[in-house]
Structures are given as C-alpha cells and as structure tokens.
C-alpha cells in the first residue's frame, strides 16, 4: 500500500495570542478604555496589591503613556518570545523608562509565568513597582480643571479632544509665528549685510528664506509639544520629525551656501581672466553637493534608527564589489577631474576630436555634453574623453586664412606681380590682420593654372567675426585679380576634332601650348 501522506504543520500565526506583543497590545487597549481591573491581569501582582489592582495598573498605564516608548511592531509575536535578544530566558524587553528630566532609569521587561496551567506574559514585578513608584513624579496637567469637561473626554485615536483642537490650531499660529519671526530676522541680517562691500551675503541672506523658515518651523513646534501633553510614542515620533526637519534645514542651508559660494567665485575677477575657473568651480560646486548629500544620507539612516557604524563597516568589506560594479562611473569622474585639472577646454568652446566636433555646453561629473552644427547633443564619457586627442579651438589667440588662387595660363608675369602686391598689400593694411605670418607666394605651374598661396592671420578669437573679415579679404582679392587685367582659372576640357574624324581631349593648358 502506498504510504499515507504526512499531515502538513499548520502555519504559526502571525501573531501568536500568548506573545509579548499581543500582551502588551492588550493592555494599552484595556486601559485606554478604562477596564482597568482586565488590564491588571497582565501584570504581577502580589497578594499584598491585589487589592487596589485597578488603580496600580491605572498608574501604571499613565507611566507608560507618558515615559516609556514602546514599538508594538518591534515587540516578538512568538509565544516563546525573543530568544536572540541577549535578554534571560523567558523575558523580553519591552521599553524603557524615561525620567522627568529625559534621562533614561530603567527597562521595562516582560516574564513569561504560568498561572493556573496557562502560560502567559506579564510585566514583572519590579517593573510594575518602578512605574507605580514613577506614577508620584508625573507633573499634574495643566489641563485640569482649566478646560470644560467635554474637551477632556477621549477624541479620535483615545486622544483627548482638546489636544486635537490644539494641534489643529498650532499648525497655522505656528506658521504666523515663523513668517514674522523670519521676516524680523531677514531684515536684520540685510541691515547688516548691506553695510559691508561685499554682494555675496546679501545674495546669501535672500537665498536663504526657504530653509530658515523650516527651520523655524521645527523649533517653534517644540513649545505647543510640551502643551499638548502627548504620551510618549507620539512624542517620540513627532521628535524623530522634527529632528528630520530641523536637519533637512541645515543641509538645505549648506547647499544654498554652497550655491552662493560657486557663483560668487565665477563673477569674481580672477575668475573671468582665468578661463579653466568657469569649469573647475562649477566641478568643485556638484563634487560639494554629492559630498553633502552622501552625508544626509548617512545622517537620515542614524535618524531613523539603522547603525551607521556597522553601514560604514559593511562598506569597507563590499568596497570592491562596489568598486567592480562602478568601474566606469569611477572612471568618469577621475576623467573629469583630469580634464579640469589639464585645462583641456571650458564651456562654450568649440572642440574637435575623432569625427566629432561641436560646442561644449555642459562638463559634468560622469559626462561632457557637445551640441553640433546639426543642433544634436552628442555626449562623451569623460573617461573616454580624457584619453583622446582633443583639439580646442577656444585656447587660439587668433585665427588663420588660407587660400589658394588660381590664375588662367594668359596671366602675364607683369600682371602676376600686381596681383601678389596687390594682394600682400591688402592684408598689411587690414586693420585686424596679425602683422607676423603674411605670406602670397606663387607656389606651382599647375595643370590649367597658375597657383598662388594667401597665408595670414587675424586678430580675432570670434568665428562669426572671421567668416566676415574672410568675406571681405576674397571679394578684394577678386577685384585686385579683375584690375590687373587677367582672371581666375577653371578646370576644364578641349575637344580637338583631327582630320580623320577622331577627337581626343586636350587640356586648356596644353592648347594654351600649342598656340
């Protein structure tokens, strides 16, 4: 016979009903609705308390809800409880307390007990006596007897209703108050800032509205806190986000710096004569804010309650996996740091390299961006960038004309030499031709003309600039050519028709011979 299925375990439950969780979870619920004496079942009594066993778990309760932070999620949902928290068997910590003055006094644990034949947990007896001796150090609410009775009965989440009406009511008297506050102290720091020569704080102090008023924000939230009394993981949350915006408000404040810092130093005049400036300090300004970036990550993993120290070790050992995954971004950015340190080119000059030449727009941190004649956008890894042969024509001081002219075979020797005066005449005379480098030689008897080289250079660095003076320069030529009596030669082809009939072709040069 075949053999008979194994039965299947059963899947654990998510959360078990017996777990520290679900005690826990349990207890705040009765106690919040006020069953009092249910909710003392979850603690450890003795015979001596059992007595006044609701009032003890009512003070117990508002110890927890004002000093102790609990993480029900964090909590173990096994019967069995957390057995790798270094804690002894059969306990698990809970939360710990804190002191009126913030400090922490002592960890509120869990023990699992048997009682009647049933195993459960309960908060234990000396954590029970420490809340209930805590219970005399709690200040008395400024609430009471201060409000009406019907602001003080429980609202939505077992929050009372004056707390919500509170909160509702903070959240636009804080923001008058950080707009005034703001708008004080941007007065102030312009009245001194407009005293002093300098541009850049009075730019820095405008720049800096945004972030300033958050983090006004965050600290005029702190008072109307401390009024509304929350318990402690509300507390408790509401200060993880304050911090996260208090510290969103720093790292804003230093880009805005940052940002500050880099434009200042591209107008500043030493900036404008030294051409590589205008692309090392925009370099600088995104390698600064990719710095300070990484470091408001860290700081918003250490916020939200992951060990930095470990992160920064685990790094260390998955360097060169890191390393092998980010070969070329590595590449590119140790590329870019060569082309600035180099002075290869800047922004705004146009460049040649491989069959690939255009304006420089954009040097970035992974790559440089070139747009074409055609209007594309062509961009090149700077790593591939700074092992290629780059020609820069925004480094020249002046800009070459070369040309050849090429005279028809009639051209006398008379009329030769007018035109190369006339020509060489023409450029000394030009008011933008570099007075080194002209030269109009006759260079060759070619096959239908007689060749002569223009060489000159002209003062200039702008090409639309060039292309007009060119313009000029050959239109002169051509007059020069016109008056001396002669023409530009054409390449073209005779037909010669012999006696027989049969016609071979002959070049004009070679009738021009036989003439």
Known sequence: MPAEPTAQPAALPLEAPDSPRATMRRFIELAERGDYDSAAQFLALDRRNAARRAEIARRVYDVIRRRVIIDLDSLSPSSDGDVTDGEPPLQDRVGVMYGAGGAMTRPIVLRRVTQNGERRWVLESQSVAALDSAYSTLTKSWSEGRLP???LGPGP??????????MILAIPVVWLLTLVLAHALRRAALAVTRRTPAAWDDELVVRLRGPVRLFLVSILALPVLALLELDANVTATVWRILRGVTIVSVF?????????????LARMAWASDRTNAQTIVPLIGRSLRVALALMALLVAFSQLGYPVGTLLAGLGIGGIVVALAAQKTVENLFGSVTLAADHVFRVGDWVRFEDVQG????????????????????KVPNGRLADLRIESFGERDRIRLFTTIRLVYSTTASQLRTVLQGIETLLRSHPRAWPDGI???????????LDV??????????????????QDVLLAIMD???????????????????????????????MHGRQ
Do not use: C
Not at 252 to 264: K, N, Y
Not at 484 to 499: D, K, N
């Open 453 to 470: 080289n223009v060489n000159a250079w002209f003062a200039t660095t702008d090409w639309n600039e060039f292309e007009l003076i060119r």
């Open 149 to 151: 009775e019907p602001l």
């Open 480 to 510: 020069i050519v016109e008056h001396a009596g002669t023409r530009m030669a054409m390449p073209m082809q005779v037909l010669r028709i012999e006696a027989n009939g049969a016609g071979t072709p002959a070049s004009v040069a070679e």
């Open 252 to 264: 804003w404040m230093l880009l805005r710096l940052i940002s500050v810092a880099e434009d200042h």
């Open 439 to 449: 030269a109009v030689r006759l260079v060759g008897l070619g096959q239908y003309s």
């Open 157 to 166: 989440l077992g929050l009372p209703r004056w707390k919500w009406i509170g």
């Open 359 to 378: 304006t420089v727009e954009r040097i970035g941190l992974r790559s440089t961006h070139l747009r074409t004649l055609d209007r594309t956008l062509v």
